[in-house]
Each structure stands twice: as C-alpha cells, then as structure tokens.
C-alpha cells in the first residue's frame, strides 16, 4: 500500500492575557480525513478526535466526505503570548492519493503588528507575504517587560513580545524590586548610583551612598561636604554640633556655634561668657578692649581697663586722669574724699574741699571749724580777730575772746555769763548742749534737751531715741506701751510688742491671732503661705490657700490636683463623688465610682471601661415591654431558635450567642449589636440560616457577626412596605450563601448594604445555592456599599449569583472582591439575569473552571464597571457563556457588556 504524505497547517489563534507556552502532537488514524490523532489542548486536556466540545455543530460538515477515505496523522501545536500555531501532517493509508481530505492545505501564517483603523493591531499573516507587509511598514513584535510597581522599571525576569504594551509594560528591565516603585535600576540623577545600587535621592546627583572623603560618612549618611574629610555628620565631642553644624572645635565641648544669650556671638566666636549678653568679644567703642577685656562701658572709648598712670587705678577703675598718677579715686585719709574729688591733703583727713558749714570756705581754703559756718579765717570787724581766731561776733568788734569769770570762757568763747563760772559754754558730756544750754546733766551725753526728732520730747523729757520721730515715752493708744516701750502701732491697742500666746511671734511681728499659739506669720514649709495668710498645713507644702486652676479651690480647700481646673472636690451633680473623688462625670447623677456597670455604651462605674463584663442579650417590644432572653440563650452550639412575639428589637451586649432567629410573616425585627469585632451570632448545621425573614416586614441588622449557619442572612417574600438594611456586618463561613435575597417585591428603600463583609461562604460542598450574596428573583434594587466579597465559593458566581426574573440591579460602590472562586462558571458574579454595576471597585484574583470572573448568560444581563480595576483574574475578566467573548480590561475601568460583548466607556 503507498503511503502519500500531505502537510495540512491549521493555524488557531488564542488571545489571553499571560504568556502561555503550550504544545501538543501524536499520532494517530481516522476517517472522512482527519487525522485521528489525539488533540492536545493548552490546558492540558485531550480529545479522542480533533474536535472541541463547544463545536459539535461544525462536525456535522464532514458529512460531505467520502467515508471510505483513510489516513494516518501527526500534529503539532505552539503558543506564544497568547498567539498559537499548529500544523499537521496527514498520510494517505489507502493509496488513492488523497490524505483523508478534499481540500489544500492552509499556508502557515505569521503574526505581526499592523495598523489597523488607525490602531496597532497583531494581524494573522501568510508566511508568503511576511516580507512583503514587512517591507511595506508593518512590524515585528517587541520585547516588553511589566513594571509592576509603576516606577518605569520594569522586572527582567518578566520579558514577553507584544505588538502594543500594556500599561504595565515598559521597554527597560534593570529594577531589584518590582514590588515598590521607590526602588529601581535606574540612576535618575546621573551620579552613577541607582536606588537599587543604595541611593538615598535619585533626584540629586550630590547624594549618593559612597563615602568619597574617606570620613566614614557618604552624603547618603548625612555629610555635607564629601569632598572633605574634617567635615562630617559625627558630633565627636558630645556638644550636639558636627563639623556640619558648624563646630569650630569637635574635640572641645566648651566650644559650639550656638548664640545661648543671643549677643550674635558664640564661644566659637569668641564669646567668653555666652550665658550673658552683655559680654561679648567685640570692642563696639573702638577704645582697643571688649567686654571680654575687660571694658567696663564699651559705648564710652576713654572707658577702659588700661592703668596709663600707672597710679593702680584705670578709667574703668574711677581714675580721673589716668595721665596724672596723683590723681586716683583712692580716699586715702579717709575724709570722704579722694584727689579726683579736689582733696588738698590727702594724707590729712581734716582736710577737704567741702563747705560743710556754708560760709565759703572749706579747711583746704583755710576755714578753721567748716562745722560752723560762724567761724572763719575773715576779720569781719576790724578787731583783729576772725571768728577762726576766737572772736564770737565779726560784725562786733566789743565781743572778745576774753575769758572774765575764769571759767575758761569768754563770750566769745560762747559764756552765756561770764560772770558766772557754773555757767559756760562747755558741752562736758558732748551731748551737744551745755548748761548754758540747759543740759539737765552735762555729765550723761544721753541726757539732752534736743527734740532731735520733733516729736515734743528730748531725751531729758524722756524720748528713747531723739533721732525717731517715731519713737517717744507718750502711750497714744493707751494699752500699757509708748513706741519706746516697742509698740508698732501706738493708734492700735491690738497691736503691742507683748507676745500674749507665747508662739514667739507678737501681733506687732505680724501674729495675725496673738490668742492662737498655732497661727504664725512663719511659713515652715516654705509653699508661700504661712498659717496667718491661710496655710491650712503649714507642714506640708502641697497644701496652700491658692487656687491656682481657677476651679474656685485650692488644695487647702480640698483641691487634689489644683493644675488641673476639671478637679475639684465638689459634687456638682450630688451623687456622692466629685471629680477629686474619681467621679468621671460630674454631671450626671448616675456616674460615679460607687454606680453599677450596666449595658448603655457608658462608663458607668468610672473604670475606665464602658459595659465591661456584660454580656446581655435582650428583646425590646415597640410596645415598651423588654423579654431579657441572656439565660436562655447561651455560646455553645447547637444553636436555639427563637422568634419575636411581635415587633421590636432584639439588642446584644458584647459576647457571642448560639442563636436563630427566625422572624415570622407580618413581623419586623431589628437586630443591633455593638459591632461585629464584639457581638456574634452563631449557628449550625447546612440549612438553617442565623437569621431569616420570611414574608416579614423585615428590619434592620446592624453591628453583629453570623457566623456559620447554612446562610448567613435570609429573605424571603419580603412585602413592599418591607425594610431590609445590614449595617456593619461580618458574615462568615456559611454552608450555601452569605446572604439570601428571594422574591424580594419592590421595596420602597430598596436592598441596602453597608459595611458588610461576607467571607467563606459555600463553605459546606454541595449545599445549594452557594455564593456571597444569591440574588434570585428579586424586583427592587440592591445597594451595597463599602463592603467587601472575600474567598467565597460557588458553582456558579463566587462571589455573587443573579438569576431570575424580575431582574434585579445590584450596584457595589467602593467594594472590594477578592479571592472567590466558582467550580464552573464567574468567579465573581453569574447573572443569568440582571444587571450589574461596579463603581470605585477593586475585582482581583478569581479562579473558574470554565470562562472569567463575570459570565453572562441569559437576556437580558449586563455588567457596568465604572472607575474598577481588574487584576489577576483567571482566564478572562468578562464572558458570555454560549457567545464565548473575553474582555481583558487592563488599564481600562470603564466598559459595559452585554451578552454580544464589551465595551470600553469613552
């Protein structure tokens, strides 16, 4: 038997989103012309003939064959980034020159990249033609490399061939980190380092991670001058200045850049006391000396420190004229004043340029007694004496100094009568009075007849201290004291110098209480209070009178922390606490350290802990009534069921509860908890949901967990009246759905979903229906948002499944859908029928067995994506299940399918 070999090339095209390497050959035998051979497909599975199930209808065509054709054949198939190649070659078993088939063989084609309409498009071309396109401006594909983390680097380990990159795919592959777009292999900045290489800021070409220097600091680490190694980030001396501060000195402490008393100076600069302001090194006067030399006014130039004289003594030192060394500011005779000052003699202390009697002269100008302005060296009269020299009146020249009574005075000498030797001028006592004076014992210098003070009494009247006005022998106040006697105050008989309680303090020494031992004008603690200004502890300085918060008391008064104006010792609000008690609500009654810890969200107790060790679970009727169901409900599966008797509310404390609640036809419910971190509901078993309304009114769910179950949530035959929210809501592991919604009538608010996260539904295999959320039936719109759709599972719609007419609309706004999987078909959503609209959503990471995410199947089913991005989903993102199209969104978010096809929205 001849054998002819004829090549048939069967080109099958393939676009997916991966580069999928694939081949396939064997052999094998047929009839009617094909090959027999076992087709092997690029996910791994294998026909008995050459056929597809999806195209069984075409196999009717070989029906025009002739039968009896026989043939052997070997094919081989290749794909490349979602193109492919297969070719095939066919023998003729039979000997009648005919392969099986009547028709030519294909010509093997090649892809390239075309513009088509204006737009890069990969094209199918004969290999005949190759050149010729090629020559007339179309391309080969270019090698591309996704940049995953967008920084325009991409990943050298990701490089595929392309006629049109996609938005991750840039033309250059140095990054070490495709997973953070800081890092890259580019050196942006020119200076020969990347942030790959360790480059701190590519931007700047100044900054890079060697260390040139040599100083063991690189710009990178801080230097900031790396072209020299004595300037560094390292503060060596501890002062907390580097070289890079500024530090003139990095081994000296004492030494920094800083102007501590603000003078413009630092001890780097010379300051040598840079805690004053008023010493600096600058000499502002110009005289050759700063405050740091010295300069004791350094606006004054003829100011300095310098001794020109060399008399001991500069100008800074009170020198006058520092070029005249018998000119200093030295009082060396004591007399008051110096040779600056015009002393004449200053060895000689009884002379001095002062007048001190008036009369125009001073000893230095010859005046014998400059206490008396009565003498004087002048001769007034002509009589040849001068009040110096004896005479007593120089306006009379019969007053002599002639002594007649012989008591060693004359007149002159001042004798009131010199004819009386007992009475004379002579101040015996030098008290200043004489008994011509009227001295009443000339023997005792205290005993005078001055009024030195003016008070009316001189110390011979008995005045104490003739130089106090203050003080006299007089008892003005009458309590037994003169202000000679020490009294402080003689207007006040209250006030004496008598220590009447014996505290060592008298009421003239400021005792506030001179009857009270235990108040005192001394503060012992030294708070600044004694007890007489209202220290109520004068041993405890804790304790004063001050209300230094402005609260309107002080610590004395009860204040515990008087920094603090929400402390005080009042009870505002009469519970029996005050907020110096621990009362955390001084306005509310029932607040307080002493309340008890109940369920309302407060903290009752002031522990610091709001409803701790609470767990309450409890209906509220609308008709007031409250059924406390904690004891009969309790945490340990298998769950109770139970039903409201009629509407209300059924309220949990934190805490899990093995409950169902099983809300009855005409009934509402509300089922509020304090969030679902804290308050679980739980259940058991593969067809008794958590919670389920059937025919009711329905409710509001909010701030709980349901947990297991056979569905988390079920709705069934809800009213039009009805209500139906979930607000902040865990459902997780449920048998068959997260949640339920069937022949749901056209609500007048709708389906709403807010927060909700539903996690591991269809956790029980086989229970049906199975997904996140089954929409079945229902004639009012279904919003969710903010929520999110994690690792569900289904056989068709992982994560949603939307069938049945009415048709329903569900919108998800901001919801995430992460990791759910379906056996068959959408591991997202399955709608047989309805619509659904993505907005601001994120769809990542869904398995199927067969077609995307999302299939449609059934009219009318449409899916919007609005502003959502769609990353690593399998297969492709949207499909129809008989129509058999793929949409890769890529970079686009916004597209609508319908059961023809996608879309990208303008």
């Known amino acids: 038997m001849s054998r002819t070999l004829r090549g048939v090339v069967l080109l099958a095209l393939v676009w997916s989103p991966r580069l999928a390497l694939a081949d396939s050959g ?96 990969p094209v199918d071309v004969v290999a005949s033609e190759v050149d010729a396109r090629l020559a007339a401006g179309d391309t080969l594909p270019a090698t591309w490399f996704i940049d995953a983390d967008g920084d325009g ?94 530090d003139c000195d990095d081994t000296a402490a004492s030494l920094t850049p800083a102007d501590a008393d603000g003078d413009g100076f630092s001890t ?28 004791c006014d350094d606006a004054d130039p003829s100011a300095t420190p310098a001794d020109l004289d060399g008399d001991g003594f500069s100008t800074c030192g009170g020198d006058c004229d520092d070029a005249d060394p018998s000119a200093t500011p030295a009082d060396l005779d004591g007399d008051g004043f110096s040779t600056c000052d015009g002393d004449c003699d200053d060895a000689d202390a009884a002379r001095t340029p002062a007048d001190g009697d008036g009369d125009g002269f001073s000893t ?42 012989g008591d060693g005075f004359s007149t002159c000498a001042g004798d009131c009568d010199d004819g009386d030797a007992a009475r004379n001028p002579a101040d015996f006592d030098a008290d200043g009075f004489s008994t011509c004076d009227g001295d009443c014992d000339d023997a005792d210098p205290a005993a005078s007849l001055a009024d030195g003070d003016g008070d009316g009494f001189s110390v011979c009247d008995g005045d104490c201290d003739d130089t106090d006005a203050a003080l006299g022998p007089a008892d003005a106040d009458g309590d037994g004291f003169s202000t000679c006697d020490d009294d402080c105050d003689d207007t006040d008989p209250t006030r004496t110098p008598a220590d009447a309680d014996g ?27 004694s007890s007489c200004a209202g220290d109520c502890d004068d041993t405890d300085p804790s304790l004063t009178p001050a209300d230094a918060d402005g609260d ?144 009711a009114t329905g409710g509001v769910v909010s701030g709980v967990s349901l947990m297991g179950g056979g569905y988390g949530l079920w709705a069934e035959n809800l009213p039009a009246n009805g209500v139906l929210e979930l607000h902040d809501v865990a459902i997780a592991d449920a048998a068959g759905a997260g949640v339920r919604l069937y022949q749901v009538g056209a609500l007048a608010g709708g389906v709403v979903l807010t927060d909700v996260d539903i996690s591991g539904a269809g956790a029980v295999p086989g229970v049906a229906p199975a997904s996140g959320m089954v929409v079945e039936r229902v004639s009012t719109p279904v919003a ?17 499944l939307i069938t049945g007419a009415p048709l329903a609309t569900v919108t998800c706004t901001r919801c995430s859908f992460v990791g759910n999987v379906a056996t068959q078909w959408g591991g997202l959503a399955y709608l047989n029928a309805g619509a659904l609209v993505l907005d601001d959503s994120v769809v990542s990471g869904h398995t199927t067995g067969l077609y995307g995410a999302v299939v449609l199947n059934g009219a009318p089913s449409t899916v919007t994506s609005v502003g959502t991005a769609w990353t690593g989903n399998a297969a492709f993102d949207v499909g129809s299940l008989f129509g058999g199209f793929g949409y890769v969104a890529g970079a686009v978010t916004d597209f609508g399918c319908t059961l023809s096809g996608c879309t990208p929205t303008p």
Not at 270 to 283: F, I, K, Y
Not at 503 to 529: I, K, P, R, Y
Not at 784 to 800: E, K, P
């Open 503 to 529: 505290d060592g303090t008298s009421s003239c020494a400021g005792d506030c209480d001179d009857a009270d031992a235990a108040l005192t004008v001394d503060d012992a603690d030294g708070d600044g209070f």
């Open 26 to 121: 064997g052999w094998g035998s047929g009839d009617d012309g094909h090959s027999g051979g076992r087709h092997h497909h690029r996910d791994g599975r294998s026909d008995d003939d050459s056929r597809d199930d999806d195209s069984r209808d075409d196999d009717r065509s070989h029906d025009d064959h002739d039968s009896d054709d026989a043939g052997s054949g070997w094919g081989w198939g290749w794909g490349w980034w979602g193109w492919g190649w297969g070719w095939g070659w066919g023998w003729d078993d039979d000997g009648d020159g005919d392969c099986g088939g009547s028709s030519p063989p294909p010509e093997p084609t090649v892809v390239l990249c075309a513009v088509v309409d204006g737009v890069v498009t």
């Open 364 to 405: 230095c100008a010859g005046d014998c007694d400059d206490a008396s302005a009565a003498l004087s060296p002048v001769d007034g009269d002509g009589d040849g004496f001068s009040t110096c020299a004896g005479d007593c009146d120089d306006g009379d020249p019969s007053a002599s100094p002639v002594d007649a009574d």
């Open 268 to 295: 780097c600069d010379g300051d040598c006391d840079d805690a004053s302001a008023l010493v600096t090194p600058a000499d502002a006067d110009g005289d050759g000396f700063s405050t740091c030399g010295g300069d």
């Open 552 to 695: 309107g008391f002080s610590t004395c008064a009860g204040d515990c922390d008087d920094t603090d104006p929400a402390l005080s010792p009042a009870d505002a609000d009469g519970d029996g606490y005050s907020t110096c008690a621990g009362d955390c609500d001084d306005a509310s009654a029932s607040v307080s350290p002493g309340a008890e810890e109940v369920y309302n969200g407060v903290d009752d107790d002031c522990d610091g802990v709001a409803d701790e060790g609470l767990r309450c679970l409890r209906f509220e009727a609308d008709d007031g009534s409250v059924e406390d169901l904690t004891a009969t409900i309790g945490e340990a599966l298998p769950a109770t069921a139970w039903s409201p008797a009629t509407d209300g509310a059924l309220v949990a404390c934190p805490g899990t509860y093995a409950i169902t609640v099983n809300v009855p036809a005409g009934r509402a419910l509300d089922v509020l908890g304090t969030g679902p971190d804290a308050t679980s509901f739980v259940a058991d078993g593969t067809t008794v949901p958590v919670i389920a309304y059937r025919a």
């Open 153 to 246: 680097d991409g990943d050298p380990t990701t490089g595929h061939e392309a006629c049109v990159p996609d938005v991750t795919d840039v033309d250059v592959a140095t990054d070490c980190d495709d997973t953070d777009a800081t890092v890259d292999g580019l050196d942006a900045d020119g200076d020969g380092w990347s942030t790959c290489d360790g480059d701190c800021d590519d931007a700047d070409p100044d900054a890079m991670p060697a260390d040139v220097d040599g100083d063991g600091w690189s710009t990178c680490d801080g230097d900031c001058d790396d072209a020299d190694a004595s300037v560094s980030p390292a503060d060596a001396d501890g002062d907390g200045f580097s070289t890079c501060d500024g």
């Open 784 to 800: 969710i948002t903010d929520s999110s759709f994690v690792g569900n599972t289904a056989a068709r719609g992982g994560a949603l």
